[in-house]
């Protein structure tokens, strides 16, 4: 397998949940027929398990630890994410290619939903709520609608008249523990049997989370880490510059894979507007010249960070689209937060902003265009 199209196989497989051979049979065609050097070479190199079916393709990849950015799927509350488990759950006991209505999903949440959830069909905001999880599950490939539109429930309680039926890969979406979830006392009993049951080198660690971290921070926790990554550096360095689009960049304090082109992966920054801000704030934390602690972060009261957002607002709103220009400085604290800490640039503590020192390596610069 050539060093391309290997790199553009990694490229599909960390990038995707899953390539679903109706939807992409072109990108599933070119895995199928590397299937036996995809499966080796993920196995060794990464620890993964690639599954292929004939209706889909699938990298397992499933979490090393746990971090607040992780399972995201677009939702917008808690409310809608506790709707989506019990709806995954309702799919989870039907078989696949499985026809249902949408009344008989209304039955089933009725049933299985928590007392304090309080839902109610007649609210309009519990029926919005539905509407956007089952159209995030036909999004996943979870299930499809045949017949109906599912924004008429939003409409009315009575519009219910919906065809929906389960995918061969929606059976594959939850992770399988090592056995039944209900043998489970607590959580942390399950995450502890599922970590012993990965069974994996510290190399193939380190690269798993090299493809599906935004970067590995150095902590008083990790630091035999930073020393694996030290020793196999040159090595690592030369199989990922060689076999992917990115570089390894390795610092004192953190690690991370970096690529010139954004177009085809998920990036920080991406062309995004507030990327542009975060940027922009990167240069005033700069100028501030804050004393860093021993693991390169910058430790911030809100008081002081609110000093920082305003000094950014001064100094580069007139470079920002509307969107950004007519919130106050709150708004714009919160969405830049929001969005740093889903890129590991800022942690947060109750009463502090911890920012890391990945992002002390960003900078912006203004040029002027035109006499603009």
Not at 29 to 44: A, D, G, M, S, Y
Not at 127 to 143: A, F, P, Y
Not at 259 to 267: A, P
Not at 276 to 300: D, F, K, M, S, W
Request: aromatic share 12%; proline share 4%; charged share 25%.
């Amino acid at each position: 397998m050539k060093p391309e199209d290997l790199a553009e196989a990694l490229r599909l497989l960390f990038e995707n949940f899953w390539i679903i051979r109706k939807e992409d049979p072109e990108n599933y065609t070119f895995l199928r027929r590397h299937q036996v050097v995809l499966q080796k070479e993920l196995r060794q190199r990464f620890g993964l398990n690639l599954i292929v079916r004939p209706q889909y393709i699938q990298l397992l990849k499933r979490p090393l630890h746990l971090e607040a950015w992780m399972g995201e799927v677009g939702l917008n509350t808690p409310f809608d994410y506790a709707l989506f488990c019990c709806c995954m759950a309702y799919i989870e006991g039907l078989e696949a290619e499985t026809p249902f209505m949408l009344d008989e999903l209304l039955r089933d949440l009725d049933l299985m939903t928590p007392e304090e959830m309080q839902v109610d069909w007649t609210n309009y905001n519990h029926r919005k709520s539905l509407v956007r999880v089952v159209s995030k599950l036909g999004d996943l490939g979870i299930i499809e609608i045949i017949q109906g539109q599912a924004d008429g429930f939003e409409q009315s309680e009575a519009n219910q008249e919906i065809l929906f039926v389960t995918t061969v890969q929606g059976r594959a979406f939850l992770a399988r523990a090592p056995q039944s979830y209900t043998e489970y006392p607590t959580f942390a009993d399950y995450w502890q049997d599922y970590q012993a049951s990965l069974n994996l080198e510290g190399n193939q660690i380190l690269y798993q989370r090299l493809m599906t971290e935004p970067l590995i921070r150095r902590t008083s926790e990790n630091e035999e880490t930073f020393i694996r990554l030290r020793k196999n550096h040159h090595h690592m360095q030369d199989y990922i510059e060689t076999n992917t689009a990115f570089y390894l960049e390795l610092y004192r304090d953190y690690a991370a894979l970096t690529l010139e082109q954004r177009d085809l992966w998920q990036v920080f920054p991406s062309r995004k507007v507030i990327d542009e801000i975060l940027i922009q704030l990167a240069t005033v934390l700069r100028e501030g010249n804050r004393q860093e602690n021993p693991y390169g972060e910058i430790i911030l009261s809100f008081d002081e960070w609110a000093l920082f957002i305003k000094e950014l607002q001064k100094n580069y709103q007139a470079y920002w689209s509307k969107e950004f220009t007519d919130m106050n400085e709150e708004q714009l604290s919160q969405a830049l937060l929001k969005r740093g800490v889903e890129w590991l640039l800022f942690t947060l503590t109750p009463t502090q902003v911890i920012v890391q020192p990945v992002f002390g390596r960003l900078i912006a610069e203004m040029r002027e265009e035109d006499g603009k």
